[in-house]
Protein backbone atom coordinates (compact mmCIF):
# COMPACT_ATOMS: atom_id res chain seq x y z
CA UNK A 1 0.00 0.00 0.00
CA UNK A 2 1.15 3.85 -0.79
CA UNK A 3 0.04 5.20 2.75
CA UNK A 4 0.37 8.83 3.52
CA UNK A 5 0.54 9.96 7.44
CA UNK A 6 -0.41 13.55 7.92
CA UNK A 7 -1.02 16.02 10.49
CA UNK A 8 1.44 15.52 12.63
CA UNK A 9 4.74 18.27 12.96
CA UNK A 10 6.91 15.31 11.50
CA UNK A 11 9.88 12.92 11.98
CA UNK A 12 11.81 12.21 13.81
CA UNK A 13 9.76 13.31 16.60
CA UNK A 14 10.46 16.33 18.12
CA UNK A 15 7.69 17.29 19.73
CA UNK A 16 4.73 15.08 21.14
CA UNK A 17 2.83 11.77 21.07
CA UNK A 18 1.63 12.18 17.10
CA UNK A 19 4.79 12.44 16.10
CA UNK A 20 6.04 9.40 17.83
CA UNK A 21 3.38 7.84 16.53
CA UNK A 22 3.91 8.67 12.90
CA UNK A 23 7.78 7.51 13.58
CA UNK A 24 7.02 4.00 15.09
CA UNK A 25 3.94 3.10 12.91
CA UNK A 26 5.49 4.39 9.75
CA UNK A 27 8.70 2.79 9.87
CA UNK A 28 7.44 -0.71 10.94
CA UNK A 29 5.16 -0.55 8.17
CA UNK A 30 7.88 0.59 5.69
CA UNK A 31 9.89 -2.66 7.28
CA UNK A 32 6.69 -4.28 6.05
CA UNK A 33 6.83 -3.57 2.00
CA UNK A 34 4.50 -0.42 2.47
CA UNK A 35 5.16 3.15 0.70
CA UNK A 36 4.90 5.41 3.48
CA UNK A 37 4.77 9.20 2.70
CA UNK A 38 5.26 11.64 6.19
CA UNK A 39 4.11 15.64 5.56
CA UNK A 40 6.95 17.59 8.03
CA UNK A 41 6.34 21.52 8.87
CA UNK A 42 9.65 22.90 7.74
CA UNK A 43 9.56 25.32 10.52
CA UNK A 44 10.80 22.62 13.18
CA UNK A 45 13.34 20.69 10.99
CA UNK A 46 16.61 23.14 10.27
CA UNK A 47 18.25 19.58 8.72
CA UNK A 48 16.08 17.88 6.04
CA UNK A 49 16.66 14.66 4.29
CA UNK A 50 14.54 13.23 1.97
CA UNK A 51 14.08 9.45 3.59
CA UNK A 52 14.19 8.72 7.38
CA UNK A 53 14.40 4.67 8.53
CA UNK A 54 12.36 3.65 5.44
CA UNK A 55 9.84 6.93 5.04
CA UNK A 56 9.74 9.31 2.62
CA UNK A 57 9.32 13.00 4.17
CA UNK A 58 8.02 15.70 2.38
CA UNK A 59 8.06 19.46 3.98
CA UNK A 60 5.75 21.82 3.90
CA UNK A 61 5.54 25.36 5.54
CA UNK A 62 2.64 26.08 8.62
CA UNK A 63 1.63 29.44 10.12
CA UNK A 64 3.39 29.45 13.05
CA UNK A 65 0.11 31.00 15.01
CA UNK A 66 -1.05 28.68 17.88
CA UNK A 67 -4.46 28.10 16.41
CA UNK A 68 -3.69 27.83 12.66
CA UNK A 69 -0.49 26.35 12.56
CA UNK A 70 -2.40 21.76 12.32
CA UNK A 71 -4.87 22.84 9.66
CA UNK A 72 -2.45 25.01 7.59
CA UNK A 73 -0.15 22.51 7.17
CA UNK A 74 -2.77 19.74 6.79
CA UNK A 75 -4.15 21.85 4.05
CA UNK A 76 -1.26 22.40 1.91
CA UNK A 77 -0.16 18.93 2.96
CA UNK A 78 -3.68 17.73 1.45
CA UNK A 79 -3.16 20.11 -1.82
CA UNK A 80 0.12 18.00 -2.46
CA UNK A 81 -1.34 14.83 -2.15
CA UNK A 82 -3.97 15.97 -5.15
CA UNK A 83 -0.76 15.64 -7.34
CA UNK A 84 -0.58 12.37 -6.26
CA UNK A 85 -2.33 8.75 -5.75
CA UNK A 86 -1.95 6.93 -2.71
CA UNK A 87 -4.26 4.15 -1.41
CA UNK A 88 -4.72 5.57 2.56
CA UNK A 89 -4.69 9.13 4.34
CA UNK A 90 -3.83 8.37 7.65
CA UNK A 91 -4.64 11.63 9.13
CA UNK A 92 -4.14 12.94 12.76
CA UNK A 93 -5.46 15.14 14.96
CA UNK A 94 -9.63 16.20 15.57
CA UNK A 95 -8.46 20.19 14.00
CA UNK A 96 -8.08 18.64 10.70
CA UNK A 97 -11.85 16.92 10.37
CA UNK A 98 -13.08 20.44 8.17
CA UNK A 99 -10.24 20.07 5.87
CA UNK A 100 -11.10 15.97 4.62
CA UNK A 101 -13.19 17.53 1.56
CA UNK A 102 -10.40 18.06 -0.19
CA UNK A 103 -9.18 14.47 0.26
CA UNK A 104 -12.12 12.86 -1.04
CA UNK A 105 -10.96 10.96 -4.39
CA UNK A 106 -11.90 8.02 -5.85
CA UNK A 107 -10.03 4.30 -4.70
CA UNK A 108 -8.35 6.86 -1.89
CA UNK A 109 -9.33 5.43 1.89
CA UNK A 110 -9.04 8.09 4.81
CA UNK A 111 -8.73 7.24 8.50
CA UNK A 112 -8.49 9.95 11.10
CA UNK A 113 -7.09 9.89 14.38
CA UNK A 114 -9.07 12.02 17.37
CA UNK A 115 -6.51 12.35 20.42
CA UNK A 116 -7.83 13.96 22.98
CA UNK A 117 -10.68 15.76 24.66
CA UNK A 118 -9.00 19.29 23.03
CA UNK A 119 -12.37 21.28 23.78
CA UNK A 120 -11.52 21.06 27.37
CA UNK A 121 -7.93 22.32 27.35
CA UNK A 122 -7.53 25.73 28.86
CA UNK A 123 -5.28 27.31 26.28
CA UNK A 124 -8.94 26.75 23.74
CA UNK A 125 -11.22 28.99 24.77
CA UNK A 126 -13.58 31.37 23.05
CA UNK A 127 -13.47 30.39 18.85
CA UNK A 128 -10.86 27.85 19.51
CA UNK A 129 -13.13 25.73 21.82
CA UNK A 130 -15.65 26.53 19.70
CA UNK A 131 -13.82 25.01 16.62
CA UNK A 132 -12.73 21.88 18.13
CA UNK A 133 -16.18 20.99 19.11
CA UNK A 134 -17.34 21.78 15.82
CA UNK A 135 -14.69 19.66 14.16
CA UNK A 136 -15.57 17.15 16.79
CA UNK A 137 -19.47 17.13 15.48
CA UNK A 138 -18.28 17.32 12.28
CA UNK A 139 -16.02 14.20 12.23
CA UNK A 140 -18.79 11.98 13.94
CA UNK A 141 -20.71 12.68 10.30
CA UNK A 142 -17.61 11.70 8.13
CA UNK A 143 -17.98 8.50 6.35
CA UNK A 144 -14.25 7.87 7.47
CA UNK A 145 -13.15 5.55 10.29
CA UNK A 146 -12.31 7.11 13.68
CA UNK A 147 -9.65 5.86 15.77
CA UNK A 148 -8.91 6.70 19.73
CA UNK A 149 -6.10 5.16 21.63
CA UNK A 150 -8.08 5.35 24.54
CA UNK A 151 -11.25 3.25 25.66
CA UNK A 152 -12.59 6.11 27.88
CA UNK A 153 -12.61 8.25 24.71
CA UNK A 154 -14.48 5.63 22.79
CA UNK A 155 -16.80 5.58 25.37
CA UNK A 156 -17.40 9.59 25.40
CA UNK A 157 -17.71 9.58 21.46
CA UNK A 158 -20.39 6.64 21.98
CA UNK A 159 -21.72 8.53 24.41
CA UNK A 160 -22.12 12.48 23.61
CA UNK A 161 -21.95 12.09 19.44
CA UNK A 162 -23.41 8.36 18.88
CA UNK A 163 -20.44 7.28 17.05
CA UNK A 164 -18.58 4.46 17.60
CA UNK A 165 -14.92 4.63 17.21
CA UNK A 166 -12.30 2.14 16.05
CA UNK A 167 -9.68 1.21 18.75
CA UNK A 168 -6.23 1.23 18.34
CA UNK A 169 -3.65 1.49 21.15
CA UNK A 170 -0.86 3.66 21.55
CA UNK A 171 2.80 2.16 21.91
CA UNK A 172 5.88 2.47 24.66
CA UNK A 173 9.33 0.47 25.03
CA UNK A 174 10.89 -0.99 28.06
CA UNK A 175 13.46 0.92 28.18
CA UNK A 176 16.74 0.73 30.67
CA UNK A 177 19.36 2.89 32.08
CA UNK A 178 22.67 2.79 29.49
CA UNK A 179 24.79 5.94 30.60
CA UNK A 180 23.62 8.08 34.02
CA UNK A 181 26.42 10.23 33.28
CA UNK A 182 23.96 12.08 31.03
CA UNK A 183 22.34 13.38 34.09
CA UNK A 184 25.48 15.23 35.40
CA UNK A 185 24.98 18.37 33.07
CA UNK A 186 21.45 18.86 34.96
CA UNK A 187 23.61 18.59 38.25
CA UNK A 188 21.12 15.56 38.89
CA UNK A 189 21.85 11.98 40.17
CA UNK A 190 20.07 8.54 39.76
CA UNK A 191 17.24 8.19 42.20
CA UNK A 192 17.51 11.75 43.34
CA UNK A 193 14.92 13.32 41.78
CA UNK A 194 11.15 13.38 41.07
CA UNK A 195 10.40 13.92 37.21
CA UNK A 196 7.41 15.50 35.25
CA UNK A 197 7.92 15.41 31.36
CA UNK A 198 4.57 17.79 29.83
CA UNK A 199 3.80 21.39 28.42
CA UNK A 200 3.56 23.91 30.68
CA UNK A 201 -0.35 23.91 29.96
CA UNK A 202 -2.90 24.08 32.93
CA UNK A 203 -4.69 20.70 32.44
CA UNK A 204 -0.49 19.00 32.96
CA UNK A 205 -1.11 20.64 36.34
CA UNK A 206 2.89 21.62 36.28
CA UNK A 207 1.99 24.53 38.74
CA UNK A 208 0.43 21.99 41.07
CA UNK A 209 3.65 19.99 41.19
CA UNK A 210 5.91 22.50 42.14
CA UNK A 211 3.45 24.28 44.82
CA UNK A 212 3.28 20.80 46.31
CA UNK A 213 7.00 19.85 46.04
CA UNK A 214 7.66 23.55 47.37
CA UNK A 215 6.16 22.15 50.52
CA UNK A 216 7.72 18.70 50.22
CA UNK A 217 10.85 18.61 53.45
CA UNK A 218 13.31 16.67 51.31
CA UNK A 219 16.44 16.84 49.58
CA UNK A 220 15.33 15.77 46.37
CA UNK A 221 15.12 17.94 43.68
CA UNK A 222 12.43 18.10 41.12
CA UNK A 223 13.02 18.27 37.25
CA UNK A 224 10.70 19.91 34.65
CA UNK A 225 10.91 18.70 30.88
CA UNK A 226 9.04 20.45 28.60
CA UNK A 227 8.00 23.99 28.30
CA UNK A 228 5.62 26.26 26.46
CA UNK A 229 5.68 27.00 22.24
CA UNK A 230 3.32 29.97 22.64
CA UNK A 231 3.79 32.76 25.50
CA UNK A 232 0.68 32.30 28.11
CA UNK A 233 0.33 33.54 31.62
CA UNK A 234 0.59 30.09 33.58
CA UNK A 235 3.73 29.28 32.24
CA UNK A 236 4.90 32.85 33.89
CA UNK A 237 3.42 31.63 36.95
CA UNK A 238 5.89 28.18 36.56
CA UNK A 239 8.75 29.94 36.20
CA UNK A 240 8.29 31.96 38.84
CA UNK A 241 9.02 29.82 41.29
CA UNK A 242 12.59 30.21 43.77
CA UNK A 243 12.78 26.93 44.99
CA UNK A 244 16.33 25.89 44.59
CA UNK A 245 15.69 22.08 44.16
CA UNK A 246 13.79 22.46 40.99
CA UNK A 247 15.18 22.37 37.64
CA UNK A 248 13.64 23.37 34.66
CA UNK A 249 15.05 21.51 31.85
CA UNK A 250 13.47 22.73 28.50
CA UNK A 251 12.24 21.11 25.68
CA UNK A 252 14.58 18.06 24.93
CA UNK A 253 14.60 16.05 22.55
CA UNK A 254 17.70 14.06 22.86
CA UNK A 255 16.63 10.10 23.27
CA UNK A 256 19.66 8.90 24.84
CA UNK A 257 19.00 11.98 27.42
CA UNK A 258 15.36 11.04 28.03
CA UNK A 259 16.03 7.29 28.77
CA UNK A 260 18.57 8.54 31.45
CA UNK A 261 15.59 10.80 32.90
CA UNK A 262 13.20 8.68 33.06
CA UNK A 263 14.86 5.48 34.07
CA UNK A 264 16.84 7.17 36.50
CA UNK A 265 13.79 8.87 38.14
CA UNK A 266 13.07 8.28 41.94
CA UNK A 267 9.38 8.82 40.78
CA UNK A 268 7.74 10.41 37.98
CA UNK A 269 4.48 12.91 38.59
CA UNK A 270 1.64 12.98 35.38
CA UNK A 271 -0.81 15.36 36.11
CA UNK A 272 -2.45 15.29 32.92
CA UNK A 273 -6.21 15.22 32.81
CA UNK A 274 -7.34 16.30 29.77
CA UNK A 275 -7.81 12.77 27.67
CA UNK A 276 -6.37 10.43 25.87
CA UNK A 277 -3.34 7.86 26.47
CA UNK A 278 -0.39 9.71 27.32
CA UNK A 279 2.71 8.94 25.67
CA UNK A 280 5.01 10.25 27.96
CA UNK A 281 2.79 8.41 30.94
CA UNK A 282 3.30 4.83 28.86
CA UNK A 283 7.04 6.15 28.26
CA UNK A 284 8.04 6.40 32.26
CA UNK A 285 6.37 3.22 32.74
CA UNK A 286 8.23 1.51 30.38
CA UNK A 287 10.91 2.69 32.23
CA UNK A 288 10.15 1.38 35.50
CA UNK A 289 9.24 4.74 37.15
CA UNK A 290 7.38 4.64 40.41
CA UNK A 291 4.26 6.75 38.97
CA UNK A 292 2.22 9.19 40.74
CA UNK A 293 -0.58 9.69 38.80
CA UNK A 294 -3.57 12.46 38.55
CA UNK A 295 -7.09 10.62 39.62
CA UNK A 296 -9.13 10.72 36.25
CA UNK A 297 -10.27 7.74 34.04
CA UNK A 298 -7.79 8.13 31.38
CA UNK A 299 -4.76 7.42 33.49
CA UNK A 300 -6.48 4.29 35.72
CA UNK A 301 -7.37 3.05 32.55
CA UNK A 302 -3.77 2.85 31.44
CA UNK A 303 -2.21 2.38 35.00
CA UNK A 304 -4.79 0.27 36.89
CA UNK A 305 -2.35 -0.93 39.92
CA UNK A 306 0.70 0.21 38.03
CA UNK A 307 0.65 3.49 39.80
CA UNK A 308 -0.97 5.59 43.13
CA UNK A 309 -3.00 8.57 42.22
CA UNK A 310 -4.29 11.93 43.53
CA UNK A 311 -6.84 14.51 43.31
CA UNK A 312 -6.44 17.78 42.62
CA UNK A 313 -5.35 19.30 45.32
CA UNK A 314 -1.75 20.59 46.39
CA UNK A 315 -1.83 19.01 50.11
CA UNK A 316 -2.26 15.21 48.65
CA UNK A 317 0.14 15.55 46.11
CA UNK A 318 2.14 16.38 48.60
CA UNK A 319 1.06 13.40 50.99
CA UNK A 320 1.72 11.13 47.97
CA UNK A 321 5.36 12.65 46.94
CA UNK A 322 6.12 12.19 50.98
CA UNK A 323 4.45 8.74 51.39
CA UNK A 324 6.60 7.11 48.73
CA UNK A 325 9.64 8.91 50.39
CA UNK A 326 9.31 7.20 53.50
CA UNK A 327 7.90 3.87 51.87
CA UNK A 328 10.76 2.59 49.42
CA UNK A 329 10.34 -1.00 50.01
CA UNK A 330 7.10 -0.82 48.62
CA UNK A 331 7.28 0.92 45.73
CA UNK A 332 9.27 -1.86 43.60
CA UNK A 333 5.65 -4.04 43.27
CA UNK A 334 3.51 -1.11 41.72
CA UNK A 335 6.88 -0.62 39.22
CA UNK A 336 7.08 -4.02 38.34
CA UNK A 337 3.03 -4.13 37.23
CA UNK A 338 3.64 -1.04 35.14
CA UNK A 339 6.01 -3.22 33.12
CA UNK A 340 3.57 -5.95 32.60
CA UNK A 341 0.94 -3.39 31.37
CA UNK A 342 3.29 -1.92 28.93
CA UNK A 343 4.38 -5.07 27.51
CA UNK A 344 0.45 -6.83 27.43
CA UNK A 345 -1.39 -3.89 26.50
CA UNK A 346 0.76 -1.23 24.55
CA UNK A 347 3.39 -2.69 22.48
CA UNK A 348 4.40 -0.88 18.78
CA UNK A 349 4.56 -4.20 16.86
CA UNK A 350 0.94 -5.25 17.75
CA UNK A 351 -0.11 -1.94 17.65
CA UNK A 352 1.09 -1.58 14.14
CA UNK A 353 -0.38 -5.03 12.77
CA UNK A 354 -3.93 -3.11 14.28
CA UNK A 355 -3.34 -0.21 12.02
CA UNK A 356 -2.30 -2.68 8.97
CA UNK A 357 -5.53 -4.69 9.47
CA UNK A 358 -7.84 -1.21 9.49
CA UNK A 359 -6.07 -0.42 6.19
CA UNK A 360 -6.80 -3.70 4.94
CA UNK A 361 -10.71 -3.42 5.77
CA UNK A 362 -11.52 -0.30 4.16
CA UNK A 363 -8.44 -0.73 1.43
CA UNK A 364 -9.17 -4.62 0.19
CA UNK A 365 -8.15 -4.38 -2.93
CA UNK A 366 -4.66 -3.49 -1.86
CA UNK A 367 -3.71 -6.34 0.48
CA UNK A 368 -0.86 -5.71 2.95
CA UNK A 369 2.20 -7.71 2.35
CA UNK A 370 2.62 -9.98 5.40
CA UNK A 371 6.62 -9.23 6.71
CA UNK A 372 7.90 -10.35 9.92
CA UNK A 373 6.39 -8.40 12.79
CA UNK A 374 4.34 -10.94 14.87
CA UNK A 375 1.23 -9.47 17.54
CA UNK A 376 2.98 -9.47 20.59
CA UNK A 377 6.55 -9.54 19.74
CA UNK A 378 9.01 -7.45 21.52
CA UNK A 379 10.93 -4.43 20.50
Given at each position: ?62 LPIKFFETPSHTALSL ?301
Open positions: MKIALIGTRGVPARYGGFETCAEELGRRLARRGHEVWVYCRSGYYGRRTGFFEGMRLVYLPALHILRRRFDILMVFNLANSPLLFLARRPGERIALHLDGLEWTREKWRGPGRMYYQFAARLATRLPVPLISDSREIQKYFRRRFGRGTEYISYGASIEESRHPALLEPFDLRPGSYFLQMARFEPENNILLTIRAFEKLETKMRLALVGGTTYRSKYADEVFATKDPRIRFLGFCYDRDVLRELRTNAFAYIHGNEAGGTNPGLLQAMGAGCFVIARDVPFNREVCGDGAVYFQKHIGELKEKMAWALAHRAELEPPKIRARQIIRARYNWDAVTLDYERLFERICPKRKASRGSVARGAGE
